[in-house]
C-alpha cells in the first residue's frame, strides 16, 4: 500500500495537518500514531493574576492548587506577523501558568 504523504504523531495538531492534506490538498494520507487510541488531555492556560483573582472570588473551589507550572515572564512569539521578524521575542512581564485539568 502506498500513499502521498505520511503524517506522524495523531494528536490535535497531526490529526488536522493530516485532514487538511486529504480534504484540501487531495492527498492519499497515512496518519500514524502508536498510540493513537490514547486520550489527548486539553491544557489550559491562564494569567496568573486573572487566576488568583478568580481564586479569591470562590475560595471553595481551592483554585491555588490546580495550578500545574508557572513562568514568571511570558515569552511570546507572532511568527512574522504584523510585518515582525519570525525568530523576534516580545517578552511579557506577567506571569502566566497552565492549569492542571485533573484537578480542575
Do not use: H
Not at 27 to 56: C, F, K, T
Not at 81 to 92: G, I, K
Amino acid at each position: 500500500t502506498t500513499c502521498d504523504v505520511a503524517v506522524v504523531g495523531a494528536g490535535p495538531a497531526g490529526s488536522v495537518l493530516a485532514w487538511l492534506l486529504a480534504e484540501r490538498g487531495g492527498l492519499d494520507v497515512a496518519l500514524i500514531d502508536a498510540r493513537q487510541n490514547a486520550p489527548w488531555p486539553n491544557n489550559y492556560g491562564v494569567w496568573e493574576d486573572e487566576w488568583q483573582d478568580l481564586a479569591a472570588m470562590m475560595p471553595e473551589l481551592d483554585l491555588a492548587t490546580c495550578v500545574a507550572d508557572r513562568w514568571a515572564k511570558t515569552d511570546c512569539y507572532f511568527g512574522g506577523s504584523w510585518d515582525a521578524p519570525v525568530d523576534e521575542r516580545t517578552r511579557l512581564d506577567r506571569a502566566y501558568c497552565r492549569v492542571d485539568r485533573e484537578k480542575l
